[in-house]
């Protein structure tokens, strides 16, 4: 099944610090069809304005996943852990027993992102946080993090659940085969356009794949592109 989910289709939120545009039921946001796909329970399209952010706030056994898109976000948490993830890079809290934590746009501009959400394997267990710059070279599709044992997953930050979130940019009619019997898949092109079976997904739409034996995207002019690919 490949099911596609127009940008306009999203569950929206407009206030004065935050546009966030919800591809699953989130705060207020409730659609009973779209509470989740496998272990995958948020994603979230958030544009924060400069100066502004996510003021303190806790969480419990969740792998949340932050990939920026333009801009920068600065993370403190009350582990000690402080960092800067500028767009294109990527990082990882695994929430476990508890954590408390802010996320700030100190920027001049806006920053856009994604934030996801994956349901842990290993609840209760040491929180933590870790970011890391990845390479950006047209052409490739990397695990940005992993909870897969796979070869090619290794260099992954690490999440505590059988899910992995890849990306990358796609070339000009470059195609890209995922095995994806018994996986769920889900694709957002963060710009450009993608072809996936009869659909054509264009900048930050979702598609949810589920029951395919692979899946295969064409990417219809140079693309980036975000994907969760879980049990």
């Not at 009350?78 to 990527?90: E, F, H, I, Q, S």
């Not at 999440?159 to 769920?184: C, E, F, M, W, Y």
């Not at 694709?187 to 450009?192: A, E, F, N």
């Amino acid at each position: 099944m490949i099911e596609l989910r127009p940008f306009a289709s999203l569950g929206t939120l407009d206030i004065d610090w935050l546009t966030a545009r919800y591809h699953f039921s989130f705060s207020r946001y409730y659609d009973p069809a779209r509470m989740g796909l496998g272990s995958l329970r948020v994603w979230n399209d958030d544009q924060v304005r400069a100066g502004t952010g996510f003021e303190p706030h806790s969480h419990r056994d969740m792998e949340i996943i932050t990939y920026v898109r333009k801009g920068a976000i600065t993370h403190e948490d009350n582990l000690g852990n402080k960092g800067r993830t500028a767009a294109g890079d990527v990082q990882v809290m695994w929430a476990g027993s508890g954590i408390t934590h802010a996320e700030y746009n100190r920027e001049s501009e806006d920053t856009l992102l994604f934030q996801i959400w994956i349901e842990t394997a290993r609840p209760g267990i040491a929180p933590g946080w870790e970011a890391r710059a990845f390479p950006k070279e047209p052409g490739q599709v990397i695990a940005l993090a992993s909870g897969r044992d796979l070869p090619d997953h290794a260099g992954a930050l690490p999440l505590h659940q059988d899910a992995a979130i890849l990306g990358g940019v796609l070339t000009p009619g470059q195609t890209l085969t995922l095995p994806s019997k018994g996986r769920k898949l889900y694709i957002v092109p963060t710009t450009g356009a993608l072809r996936v079976g009869d659909h054509t997904a264009r900048a930050r739409d979702g598609v949810a794949i589920w029951d395919e034996a692979e899946i295969t995207l064409t990417a219809l002019e140079e693309t980036e592109v975000v994907i969760a690919d879980v049990a």
